[in-house]
């Protein structure tokens, strides 16, 4: 079942790669999905358009205002829907706590939404004058303002590198470090840009920066490793996996384990003998990652580096 246009959309907005999410999950009525980053309910909209009339989505996000959008924009589907608050990597734990042993589809779509973006308070933006927080929870845990104004240089530096990729991580973190106290955004995005200098066209110099503080203050990549392992686990067989990465730490794990779990053995192939006792769980279904089309791209600028890649769980009998 084709989901309706207006199912697809959020405040005017349509989400990334909608239709082509939705044709690889392989819908059907009276199906369970799980939908790791609702946001603003958009995804997880189609998925209940295209299981009903007796499909169930559980949605859970850590962004508490996004979960407060998600339940208005959902508030026509009912009882088939169940929102908390709370991290992908709870998944397995709240499933079990509504009574789902298993589901039949999960969904993860990962970086930032759009409507964070676009809230200068949360700091996300190099573009919006805010404070340096950059929390997805904004009630837990350490923010950007503090790594970047208590981190020795060299941890820094290793952050950058880390999480952002950035060749002039050790540059910047020595601007930053001279320049403290730092208290907003755009006094980040200028240092920064300072000590990078010229990039190529149409890319912010602070956007690998910003994207290295995020994912260090949110727990990204280990959290995404987990989300995985959790959502395999839950899978019946025939169930589908979609991820939806939006850089190239985040896609290279993805694909990683995609392909880790579609073999039967993992050792390192100068092992003679296989020793890890390894089963595959999984089917590949995107042996390439499906990209925004140019249309796509045109009327959402920000979809352009989103990648999908889609697995489907096997039967272990």
Excluded at 84 to 89: G, H, R
Excluded at 108 to 116: I, N, R
Aim: aromatic fraction near 4%.
């Amino acid at each position: 079942m084709q989901a309706s246009a207006d199912a697809a959309s959020t405040g005017g907005h349509t989400p990334v790669l909608y239709q082509n999410v939705l044709s690889q999950l392989n819908l059907r009525s009276g199906g369970r999905y799980i939908d790791g980053t609702v946001g603003a309910g958009g995804h997880a909209a189609g998925i209940l358009d295209g299981s009903s009339p007796l499909g169930k989505l559980l949605g859970l996000d850590r962004d508490l205002a996004a979960i407060e959008m998600a339940r208005q924009r959902l508030q026509p589907f009912g009882d088939r829907v169940e929102l908390q608050q709370a991290a992908y990597v709870q998944m397995q734990e709240i499933a079990e706590t509504i009574g789902w042993k298993s589901v039949d589809g999960v969904l993860l779509d990962l970086g930032l939404s759009s409507m964070q973006v676009d809230q200068a308070e949360r700091g996300f933006s190099f573009s919006r004058e805010g404070k340096v927080d950059m929390r997805f929870d904004p009630s837990q845990g350490p923010t950007a303002h503090e790594l970047v104004n208590s981190l020795a240089e060299r941890d820094l530096a290793a952050i950058l590198r880390r999480y952002g990729e950035e060749p002039r991580a050790r540059s910047i973190a020595r601007a930053i470090v001279a320049a403290r106290p730092i208290q907003t955004t755009t006094q980040l995005a200028a240092i920064i840009g300072s000590a990078v200098g010229r990039t190529r066209k149409g890319v912010h110099p602070a956007t690998r920066s910003f994207q290295a503080l995020r994912i260090a203050v949110n727990d990204e990549l280990e959290q995404l490793k987990e989300g995985l392992e959790q959502a395999v686990r839950l899978l019946n067989p025939g169930g589908r996996l979609a991820v939806i990465a939006f850089h190239s730490l985040e896609d290279r794990i993805v694909k990683n384990f995609f392909r880790d779990e579609s073999k039967d053995c993992i050792c390192p192939p100068d092992l003679p003998v296989c020793s890890c006792d390894h089963t595959a769980r999984l089917k590949v279904i995107t042996r390439r990652p499906v990209k925004p089309d140019a249309d796509e791209i045109e009327a959402n600028p920000r979809s352009r580096s989103a990648r999908l890649r889609v697995a489907e769980a096997i039967s272990l009998a």
